[in-house]
């Protein structure tokens, strides 16, 4: 089993940064392909970043690309979420996750382990 626990999210003022940890526990993470989503009030939860286990290979939503970067520390077992520019639209609860898999992928679906998220506020 892995646990996994995100820290790093606040309120912050548009334009803004904040970085996102997610350490996990359990198990090393060293083989799991990890991610990043997040869910809005009322809307569904939606894909966000997502890494291999390497960190060789990253890939992002449209609507973050070019403002956030995701990384990680396999010798901390700890995954990183950079946020920089945000906007209002990226106010949410963000969750890290990990996959068997040792690939990235953008689906919820093939996410085994989950965090207990973390509140990301962007003020205008």
């Known amino acids: 089993q892995v646990q996994l626990v995100e820290s790093g999210g606040g309120l912050v003022q548009a334009g803004g940064s904040l970085r996102l940890s997610c350490a996990a526990s359990?198990?090393?993470?060293?083989?799991?392909?990890m991610g990043w989503f997040r869910q809005a009030p009322g809307k569904e939860r939606e894909f966000v970043a997502t890494?291999?286990?390497?960190?060789?290979?990253?890939y992002f939503a449209d609507s973050v690309k070019g403002r956030f970067t995701i990384s990680r520390d396999n010798a901390k077992n700890t995954v990183f979420l950079q946020m920089n520019s945000l906007k209002p639209e990226d106010s949410a609860v963000y969750y890290c996750?990990?996959?068997?898999?040792?690939?990235?992928?953008?689906?919820?679906?093939?996410?085994?382990?989950w965090g207990q998220g973390t509140q990301v506020t962007v003020s205008s």
């Open positions: 359990g198990r090393s993470i060293s083989t799991y392909g």
């Open positions: 890494i291999n286990w390497s960190g060789s290979s990253t």
């Open positions: 996750a990990a996959r068997s898999g040792s690939g990235y992928n953008t689906r919820s679906a093939s996410y085994d382990y």
